[in-house]
């Protein structure tokens, strides 16, 4: 069974930063894709940023230019470096691993923006 662990969660005032963490606890295997969801109260969960195996990105519209992930040097590790941030930004940030073509979630980081 893979674990799936968030860290960096927080609370920051607009305009400022933060870096959230995921990790997959597999060595074994490298994962296919790893992403970071979003769910603020009351809405739908978004795909926030993606990074495929190859490197390949995608990201939300609102998040282009702030926000960038990137693999980190420890196995199924990735990290989300959230520069800029609005107060609209603020929600329960999930981490998604696929590895082996399975999907595994983490329980979540909560991040606030706010003055």
């Known amino acids: 069974q893979v674990q799936v662990v968030e860290s960096g969660g927080g609370l920051v005032q607009p305009g400022g930063s933060l870096r959230l963490s995921c990790a997959a606890s597999t060595r074994i295997r490298r994962f296919d894709a790893m992403g970071w969801y979003r769910q603020a109260p009351g809405k739908e969960r978004e795909l926030v940023a993606l990074?495929?195996?190859?490197?390949?990105?995608n990201y939300l519209d609102s998040v282009k230019g702030r926000f960038a992930i990137s693999r980190e040097n420890v196995l199924n590790t990735v990290a989300l470096q959230m520069n800029s941030l609005k107060t609209e930004d603020t929600a329960v940030y999930y981490c998604?691993?696929?590895?082996?073509?399975?999907?595994?979630w983490g329980p979540g980081t909560q991040v606030t923006v706010s003055s």
């Open positions: 990074i495929t195996s190859t490197g390949n990105t």
């Open positions: 998604k691993s696929v590895i082996g073509g399975r999907a595994y």
